[in-house]
């Protein structure tokens, strides 16, 4: 049977201790409650103060890699870039703010007995188990080893970020890349001797286990006790924005770096109430400077043109994840920026997302092979290309762009994407994100939040938008490339053809000879659809080209053609051609020998039609000239 804690002795309570401290620490097996666990050491106390067993510390018999798992998870904080995230984020809970430096170091656990004493370290590791560094952290002189005044008989927990200073990084600049690797290399050294060396500070930002109500008045606790803490500001609201402008004026003062502001919701109990999700607390959030750098390699530059003519290269790179999004493009300003960064294909490129949003590729780190040619001719219109000090410009330069604009808004016109207006274009085209049709596909939130005066919710439509339009009939595919001549009927009659395939096959002769298509169209449909055959394949990989019923050739106008002349009164010209489709007829584009019916409008002006008409008619040709209000009567109008 076994014994009552209160009967065991001194030797018995001892080995229970330890045994109960490896279970825990260990093993991560614990067996009895904590407080159960506390009424043992209880027992011990009053029997032994003095035992060696109530101050051993588990982990300095440990090696090093041993894991320790955190009684409260340590999470990460979620990030935000800009001031309308942090607001949005501050609308979820009620009371101040408090704000302080985010400090690049490492983070750590601090826990300290009921009497105060440091009995164990941990780094965070993946946030539910950690590895103990305890010996480490006692040789990082600005960690307190006790903590007298805040335990007060009650186990607590300090969490804080152990960093390295940059007056001690400095002498190993060039070694190292930043303070935060070393400090994190630093921390976890067998040889806690080797700890020391590196000269470690430590600032405190938690307080777990004491039941006080406020960030601030944690901070303030923790202060008192000694540990150093950062400087924190509580804030209204409406000064969020000012303390970051303070913190940012504020960086090159602090002995450490810093990489943003972290806020937290002041009031403990609506800290409770927010929660977390898997990986953050809902209660806290940093606003950082700037966006994550990453090393990605240069493909190739692309050189996109703007309305005043200046042609910006935009590096294309293997797409690299940085603050929570993939890029794939960046601007690189103007041509001197391309040389000054001494930019080569294949080079590695060391990418930031500026303001955490706009992506910019920083410097090279390591060179690529390829050249990077600077164009001769405006890779939009031929035209030649100045060079005028850093900017290269197309001569051309007032047709060239606004014709690719104009391509661009025909496009979304025609196949119904909406949102895009002329200045939104202008903006995508200039930055080189939306060059071709086909890049309205492969538009992302990052891209569109770049544009001025893009919010959130505008730019979530337009990608709907966009998202609603990727399967397109036929016909309407054909006309939104654009070709002369490929209008609305042209399309259609075209469409009858059954297949993208089958119409891409069509020879000029072919065309010709289809039903009111004469010569001068079919050349310009094949020329304009062989010259779009990139684009066309572009757009294939994207969009789904729905096949569209033949024209019904039976109805009311039982297939017969009709084309319109002069000033219609009953309705525009355009309504007329689609009720002639409507009702199984062909809306024709010229007058030819196989054209059935010319309709000439109530309100005069019929010029040439009619009399290319009349000519083909008298010499017996089936055309028939007929007025609107009998057209009107055919259609039952
Ligand atoms: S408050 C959920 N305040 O940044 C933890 N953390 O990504 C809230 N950090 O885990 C901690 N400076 O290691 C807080 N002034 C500061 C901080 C700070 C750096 C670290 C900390 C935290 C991580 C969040």
Known sequence: MKKNREDMTVRELEAEVRKHNRLYFLEHKPVISDEEFD???????????????????????????????????????????????????????????????????????????????????ATRGDGVEGEDITPNARRVHSIPQ????????????????????LSVFARYKGEFANPRNLAAGAVKQKDPAKTAD????FFAYDLLGTDVATEDEKLKRLAAADFPTFEWKKLGREQMQSAFEYFIKRRDKYDFETDGVVYKANSVAEQKR???????????????????????????VEWSVARTGAITP?????????????????????????RKLGLTKGAKVLMMRRGGVIPNLESVTEPGKGKIDIPRACPSCGAPTREEEDFLYCTNAKS???????????????????????????????????????????????DLMQMERMGETLAAKLLKNVESSRSIPLSVFLQSLGIRELGRHAAKILAGFGTLKKVTALTEEELSQVHTIGEVIAHEVVEGLKKKKPLIDKLLRHVRIEKEEAPARGGRLGGKSFL????????????????????????????????DYLVVGDGGGAGSKLAKAKKLAASGGKVKIIEESEFLKMIKL
């Not at 101050?55 to 018999?61: G, R």
């Not at 009953?570 to 024709?588: D, F, I, S």
Request: hydrophobic residues 40%.
């Open 39 to 121: 009424r043992l050491v209880e027992i011990l106390r009053e029997k032994a103060p003095n035992s060696p067993a109530l101050t051993e510390l588990v982990s300095d018999v440990r090696a090093t890699g041993v894991k320790v798992r955190h009684e409260t998870p340590m999470l990460s904080l979620d990030k935000c870039y800009d001031e309308k995230s942090l607001v949005d984020w501050a609308s979820k809970f009620e009371g101040d703010v408090i704000a302080s430096p985010k400090i690049d170091g490492v983070a750590v656990s601090l826990r300290y007995d009921r009497d105060g004493r440091l009995v164990q370290a």
């Open 146 to 165: 006790d903590a007298k005044s805040l335990a007060k008989k009650g186990k607590i927990e300090v969490r804080g970020e152990v960093y390295m200073p």
């Open 198 to 201: 590196y000269n470690l500070s």
């Open 274 to 300: 927010l929660g977390a999700t898997s990986h953050h607390p809902r209660f806290g959030i940093a606003y950082k400077f700037q966006g994550d750098s990453g090393v990605t390699t240069l493909i190739d």
């Open 314 to 338: 935009v590096a294309i790179v293997e797409p690299v994840e940085l603050s929570g999004a993939m890029v794939r493009r960046a601007s690189l300003h103007n041509m001197g920026y391309v």
């Open 400 to 446: 060239c762009v606004r014709s690719k604009i104009a391509e661009l808004e025909h496009f979304v016109k025609t196949v119904g994407i909406d949102g895009f207006g002329d200045k939104l274009l202008e903006q995508l085209y200039e930055s080189g994100i939306v060059t071709d049709a086909s890049e309205f596909y492969e538009l992302t939130m990052d």
């Open 564 to 595: 319109f002349t002069g000033v219609m009164l009953a309705m525009k010209r355009e309504e007329a051609q689609g009720l002639v489709e409507e009702q199984g007829g062909v809306a024709a584009l010229s007058v030819n020998k196989d054209l």
